[in-house]
């Protein structure tokens, strides 16, 4: 009620919503409050309840009655406004003029535009701020990234029967670019519209057009000036972000395999999820690939920390093992190379686990060769529940100038499943203990026994987030190979 400046009838409306209350049936009723533009209207709600019977409030009321719709019965009265939107709003500001209300409601207005980091959202709540208190009606227009023509972004009115036709009406006169040199007044068929431009950090981003039918008081306009420098910036920040977030997304994209190779007597599965806010590269990363003669790699690491340094730490080992693996290095030579290339970033580098290991058919299923850097354990699942570890951890990458990597091989039969996972899910911790404490993930794994590789990354990512209730704070890779 005070949203819609109509405190003036809310004694009244809540003795209205009392009378209607008691002469309900016994039965769940839903208690309705409806703007109409010039009056507030009441309703008490119940479904399945067919009585016509209802007496007349005692408050004075414009109208009352009772209606049906889909099967619900609305007791309703209707409360006229003392005087139009555009006096409310009047009343509103004389009032605020005089006291701290403005400064409560600057207050309001700054938290809600902050509160959201949606481009499509600020008009929307730059119109609802500002009507009915500043104006009986907000239009808001934007350009794309701040450059080319103005489009109406959103619209709202005080009677929401009226925004169809404001919209025809708008499309009548021309509004004065963003860049324009300050508040404009325009005329639109009964109103008078106050054009204020939406600049941030010297650039127009918008235009906030206000209307209302008697002239714009000084102290209106001043206050309708000091909204559009706070929602401007508020509506540059929200664009800032959004386009950081795509541009790491497509980031990020560009860091995973590009395809999904088709290997003989191999199911695998993959779970990819990247922790933090939409802005934020993750630094785990998967990959599956054809090394050619009749030979596959696979991959799954974690790189220190997150970010654009990740990423670039990320990117260098993707298609380093990629190169080196298709110019026919072994498993254990790559992960040497790649380990000096690492170091060779200086202080760029960042510390890598990696898992690195190549596939190759056999008539006996897929026999292969595997070398752990400092990664969580690679576990095989035998059919018959048995789970081992199959690969010893070596010293992790971008640390030591001199290592050497010894190669384990793993012979996977028909049914067998190798599990590979990065720490997001090792460490996943709830309270003092982590997920894989006791030979947690085996424990896990020894019940997927019969499951697809798919099925098995999915049970062991949702064993991951019912582990602890708040959500992970670290990036988690799941990477499953089965013999079929």
């Known amino acids: 009620?005070?949203?819609?400046?109509?405190?003036?009838?809310?004694?009244?409306?809540?003795?209205?919503?009392?009378?209607?209350?008691?002469?309900?049936?016994?039965?769940?009723?839903?208690?309705?409050?409806?703007?109409?533009?010039?009056?507030?209207?009441?309703?008490?709600?119940?479904?399945?309840?067919?009585?016509?019977?209802?007496?007349?409030?005692?408050?004075?009321?414009?109208?009352?009655?009772?209606?049906?719709?889909?099967?619900?019965?609305?007791?309703?009265?209707?409360?006229?406004?003392?005087?139009?939107?555009?006096?409310?709003?009047?009343?509103?500001?004389?009032?605020?003029?005089?006291?701290?209300?403005?400064?409560?409601?600057?207050?309001?207005?700054?938290?809600?535009?902050?509160?959201?980091?949606?481009?499509?959202?600020?008009?929307?709540?730059?119109?609802?701020?500002?009507?009915?208190?500043?104006?009986?009606?907000?239009?808001?227009?934007?350009?794309?990234?701040?450059?080319?023509?103005?489009?109406?972004?959103?619209?709202?009115?005080?009677?929401?029967?009226?925004?169809?036709?404001?919209?025809?009406?708008?499309?009548?006169?021309?509004?004065p670019a963003a860049q324009g040199p300050g508040t404009a007044a325009l005329h639109l068929a009964d109103s008078q519209v106050l054009a204020v431009p939406l600049l941030a950090r010297g650039r127009g981003l918008g235009v906030m057009c206000l209307g209302r039918n008697d002239r714009f008081p000084d102290?209106?306009?001043?206050?309708?000036?000091?909204?559009?420098?706070?929602?401007?910036?508020?509506?540059?920040?929200?664009?800032?972000?959004?386009?950081?977030?795509a541009a790491n997304r497509a980031l990020q994209r560009s860091l995973l395999p590009p395809d999904e190779p088709d290997v003989p007597g191999l199911d695998y599965g993959v779970v990819y999820e990247p922790a933090g806010e939409t802005n934020e590269v993750g630094g785990d990363f998967y990959d599956l690939f054809a090394a050619g003669n009749g030979r596959w790699r696979f991959a799954i690491g974690d790189v220190c920390g997150t970010g654009p340094e990740a990423a670039a730490v990320t990117g260098l080992a993707r298609h380093t093992l990629r190169l080196l693996a298709r110019e026919g290095h072994g498993v254990a030579s790559v992960l040497v190379r790649l380990n000096e290339a690492i170091l060779e970033e200086g202080e760029r580098a960042r510390f890598l686990t990696l898992l690195h290991g190549e596939i190759m058919p056999t008539d006996e299923g897929l026999r292969v060769r595997i070398v752990?850097?400092?990664?969580?354990?690679?576990?095989?699942?035998?059919?018959?529940?048995?789970?081992?570890?199959?690969?010893?951890?070596?010293?992790?990458?971008?640390?030591?100038?001199?290592?050497?990597?010894?190669?384990?091989?793993?012979?996977?039969?028909?049914?067998?499943?190798?599990?590979?996972?990065?720490?997001?899910?090792?460490?996943?911790?709830?309270?003092?203990?982590?997920?894989?404490?006791?030979?947690g993930l085996a424990k896990l794994l020894a019940d997927c026994v019969g499951l697809s590789a798919q099925a098995v990354a999915e049970r062991i990512r949702r064993s991951v987030q019912e582990f602890a209730p708040e959500p992970s704070a670290d990036d988690l890779a799941i990477l499953v190979l089965r013999a079929s």
């Open 372 to 439: 752990s850097a400092g990664h969580p354990e690679a576990l095989r699942l035998k059919p018959g529940g048995h789970v081992e570890v199959v690969a010893s951890s070596q010293s992790l990458l971008g640390v030591f100038p001199e290592v050497t990597y010894e190669e384990d091989t793993v012979l996977l039969s028909s049914g067998d499943v190798l599990l590979a996972v990065t720490d997001g899910v090792t460490e996943r911790r709830s309270g003092s203990r982590l997920l894989d404490d006791d030979g």
């Open 219 to 245: 102290d209106i306009i001043q206050f309708a000036e000091d909204i559009g420098r706070r929602a401007a910036l508020a509506m540059d920040n929200a664009r800032l972000y959004a386009q950081q977030a």
């Open 1 to 175: 009620m005070t949203a819609w400046a109509a405190s003036a009838v809310l004694s009244s409306a809540e003795q209205v919503v009392g009378e209607l209350a008691g002469q309900v049936d016994r039965a769940p009723f839903e208690v309705v409050w409806d703007h109409r533009g010039d009056a507030v209207q009441v309703e008490i709600r119940q479904k399945d309840i067919s009585g016509d019977y209802m007496t007349a409030p005692t408050v004075p009321v414009s109208e009352w009655g009772i209606s049906f719709s889909g099967g619900v019965r609305v007791q309703w009265a209707r409360l006229a406004l003392p005087g139009s939107a555009e006096r409310t709003a009047a009343e509103w500001s004389e009032e605020t003029a005089r006291g701290p209300f403005w400064l409560g409601f600057l207050a309001d207005a700054s938290d809600l535009l902050a509160g959201t980091l949606d481009p499509d959202m600020v008009p929307a709540i730059i119109a609802q701020i500002v009507v009915p208190r500043l104006a009986s009606w907000c239009a808001v227009y934007t350009s794309d990234a701040g450059l080319g023509p103005l489009r109406l972004a959103y619209l709202w009115h005080a009677d929401e029967a009226r925004i169809d036709s404001l919209r025809e009406q708008l499309g009548s006169i021309t509004i």
